[in-house]
């Protein structure tokens, strides 16, 4: 049942076939050409030589580039839909109900004409009380940090294990 690597590349040499059509190979590689990688060449080109990997094909370099470009995308993708969630069972808001005598106190005020000072300075208290309720809401922020917790949570999806180091004092 199970067949060697060499029974396989025999197989594949008698057919002719190849993976990939000549003409998507060639469009594949235009592509790439147009396209300009968010890591620099140079950069990928240093990475490329601290591991080994020694080319003088830039097709190679810059696939390599889009390459690690989509891995980190996804990675920072993830980590920001994990936030989001986190973000969303941690800040839920209070409903809080006015008191009753609130609205009725208001309803006085506006229905008599001739109110007393007291009925003026509670009237005066109810809205400002509403203000600071309508100033409880949770304001939105539009900065997010990428917290390490979220990072090693989702390199951890990725096989890849990361962890706080200890501080001693």
Do not use: W
């Not at 229905?111 to 007291?118: F, L, M, Q, S």
Request: aromatic share 6%; proline share 4%; with cysteine.
């Amino acid at each position: 049942m199970t067949e060697s690597i060499e029974d396989t590349s025999l197989s594949n040499n008698d057919d002719d076939e190849t993976l990939v059509d000549e003409n998507e190979l060639n469009q594949f590689t235009a592509t790439l050409d147009q396209l300009t990688p968010v890591i620099p060449d140079t950069v990928t080109k240093f990475y490329m030589r601290q591991c080994g990997l020694q080319t003088d094909d830039e097709r190679v370099v810059k696939l390599l580039s889009v390459s690690v470009q989509k891995f980190m995308s996804d990675i920072v993708n993830d980590c920001y839909q994990l936030h989001k969630l986190r973000e969303k069972s941690t800040n839920r808001p209070a409903t809080a109900a006015a008191p009753p005598t609130t609205t009725a106190t208001t309803q006085a005020a506006v229905t008599e004409p001739a109110v007393t000072t007291a009925a003026t300075t509670t009237t005066t208290t109810t809205d400002s009380s509403a203000n600071a309720a309508s100033a409880k809401k949770p304001v939105t922020s539009t900065n997010q940090t990428l917290t390490l917790n979220d990072l090693s949570h989702v390199l951890g999806e990725y096989g890849i294990n990361v962890k706080k180091t200890f501080y001693y004092t």
